[in-house]
């Protein structure tokens, strides 16, 4: 292993100052501080809901701010990305996962965190206000609810779905909520062919299309991770997203649609 390679064993302060080996981003003063920040308020509480079972600072590091900022790449370099007047939505979040650190690095959007748990929103909530973002969002909703609501159905340049649940499942949630040529970022561990078939076929009555899948590994601990780029190319009908519920027991190109 050379002198610049990553290590499991790399310090917490080695991590936060090689972002410009590991993500080919620099962020400035305020972003590593409000990242820094990050872990203590996850942690603080994790003492009181089941937010994350990632509980090591450098795991941390990894696999809830690296992954979460490593799949914005599918949209553009950092220079592109940091320019963009993006609205954006993390459908399910969770603890804030990967709307928060997508909201420090890319200031200049604006991001709206939607989840289904309250207490998790109201966690999200204070964290956001503790962090200074005031141009995010949290919002206590189902997600085919949010997406059949008049104001918000359509708005969104940009749509993230992380842990959340099967690809088709997460496009029924995203694209309706998306304006024409708007993107959603999938995030996946493990993608196979036959997952890559049932979303094509999901994909159709969506308006949308798969553009990318980017396979890429952990910097430290080497997991495999896949992100999926869509593009809503056409209208969404009505119909979508169906009922709460529905998405989820009835898969779009597993079984026929149901209203």
Known sequence: MTETEPSPSDSPQVLWERWPLYLGWQPTPLQQQQLQQLYPLVMAGNQTQNLTRITSLVDFWEKHLWDSLRGLTLLGDWDTLQAQLWRGIDIGTGAGFPGIPAQIALPQSTFTLLDSTQRKIAFVRETLQKLSLSQ???????????????????????????????????????????????????????????????????LKPLGGKLIQVEAFTTPLSQGVRHCLLLEKIAPTPELYPRAPGIPKRQPLGQSKPSS
């Open 136 to 202: 995010a969002r949290a919002v206590a909703q189902r997600a085919e609810t949010w997406g059949q609501t008049r104001q918000e159905r359509g708005s969104y340049d940009v749509a993230l779905a992380r842990a959340l649940a099967a690809a088709e499942i997460c496009a029924e949630y995203c694209l309706p909520l998306l304006k024409l040529g708007g993107r959603a970022i999938l995030y996946r561990g493990y993608w196979t062919e036959a997952e890559a078939q049932t979303l094509q076929q999901a």
